[in-house]
């Protein structure tokens, strides 16, 4: 599977514009000054040569997916896939992901809507928090 991250070009970003907005107005963040919306495929059954032939390479900045490293979450070399542990928190509603992240050494929420209590063998997230909002808030006030 690859994985692939794509970006709006500027001057096509409503989407990303009213997300500012409604941050700005709904959680009062006043300091927030840019959003980018970037929405993710996992795509499987292409080899690298389609890739190309099709022109994805030429349009992404990189691919990357769990078969990079031939594991698959909570392993933590798939959390190394993706930003710095130090430049990010890791936000999900999964205690299975939460352990995985806190593992590769990000700084971890969780929101506990389908699994209400986490397994002892469980990490501890720094936050759990009810919903998203509540998260956001928590994170805001500690970073």
């Known amino acids: 599977m690859n994985r692939i991250f794509v970006e709006k070009k500027p001057g096509h970003t409503a989407e990303a514009r ?3 907005h409604d941050l700005h ?3 009062v963040l006043p300091g927030l000054k840019d959003v980018r919306v970037v929405q993710r495929y996992d795509v499987e059954g292409l080899e690298p040569h389609e890739f190309d032939a099709a022109g994805l ?5 990189r691919i990357d997916g ?3 490293v031939r594991a698959y979450k909570p392993d933590p070399r798939v959390y190394a896939l993706t930003v710095a542990p130090e430049d990010a928190w890791f936000v999900a509603a999964h205690w299975w992901d939460v352990t995985g992240a806190s593992r590769a050494g990000f700084r971890t929420s969780w929101i506990g809507v389908d699994d209400v209590a986490l397994p002892e ?4 997230p720094e936050i759990a928090a009810p919903d998203l909002l509540t998260a956001v808030h928590e994170i805001t006030a500690r970073s």
């Open 66 to 68: 769990a078969d990079a």
């Open 57 to 61: 390479l030429v349009r992404v900045d």
């Open 121 to 124: 063998t469980a990490a501890v």
């Open 25 to 27: 107005e709904s959680l």
């Open 18 to 20: 009213h997300l500012l």
